[in-house]
């Protein structure tokens, strides 16, 4: 039987460039299905175009917190953030807003779970660090996810950084950020092999991949549409730095 492939892909945050290396990567492997995890928007210049593009490629497309907020903001909002949500269309903000909160898999035997940040909601944000409560509660069923089946592996995104734990037979993994990582200044995605829809036990695999992309000519897409914020979002992209983090420009 040959394996499907199936890519999880999340954080795009507007940058175009990056999404377009990775989608082109994705093509070079000759993926089956591509899962998007969320956050599509803000932070980056052209989230505009991300949503279409993302709209039109991605399989299955999960809302993430930025998603979900970014649409109701009213004009009080700071400068940075009318900026992106006006950069949308009122079709945009509407699609986005109507997004699933998470998505399950059949895979060689195992039921995974997909979601922007955890099995609470996507504004719930559970970190590589995270306590054993935290590791339980992802792999719960609850409002946000449905009944059914409990998942053997969960997968989100969020937090902008890649790991994978398994804990007694359970996987828990970070697929990272396509458009603003914060573990490393290049693309990651996962790749997942196997069965689809196989309840049986196969053979399955699992990989962190990462596509390095020309972070200047985003930086410089940024600068020609006028994006607020650019000093900051430009060394994030560099160095992988956030913004919190960084030194002051006092």
Request: with cysteine.
């Amino acid at each position: 039987m040959s394996l499907e492939r199936v890519a999880l892909i999340s954080d795009v945050h507007g940058n175009l460039t990056a999404l377009d290396a990775v989608l082109d990567d994705l093509r070079r492997r000759g993926v089956d299905q591509i899962v998007n995890l969320g956050d599509f928007v803000g932070k980056g210049p052209r989230g505009r175009q991300v949503v279409d593009r993302c709209a039109e490629v991605c399989d299955v497309n999960v809302r993430g917190n930025w998603d979900d907020f970014l649409p109701t903001l009213g004009d009080d909002a700071s400068a940075g953030m009318v900026w992106w949500r006006d950069e949308l269309r009122p079709d945009q903000h509407e699609w986005l807003r109507t997004l699933p909160l998470s998505h399950d898999l059949l895979m060689s035997g195992r039921r995974i779970r997909l979601f922007h940040a955890s099995a609470t909601s996507p504004h719930v944000r559970v970190r590589a660090s995270h306590t054993a409560e935290e590791f339980e509660g992802m792999f719960a069923n609850t409002p946000m996810t449905g009944d059914g089946p409990v998942p053997s592996m969960v997968g989100y995104g969020d937090i902008h950084e890649t790991f994978v734990e398994v804990n007694r037979g359970r996987t828990l993994f970070n697929v990272g950020s396509v458009g603003n990582p914060l573990d490393e200044p290049e693309p990651s995605y996962v790749l997942l092999e196997g069965a689809l829809g196989e309840q049986a036990p196969g053979r399955f695999g699992m990989q962190i991949v990462r596509v390095p992309y020309d972070v200047e000519s985003e930086i410089s897409a940024a600068a020609r549409l006028g994006m607020p914020e650019l000093e900051p979002y430009a060394i994030e992209l560099r160095t992988a730095v956030y913004r919190g983090l960084q030194p002051s420009r006092a």
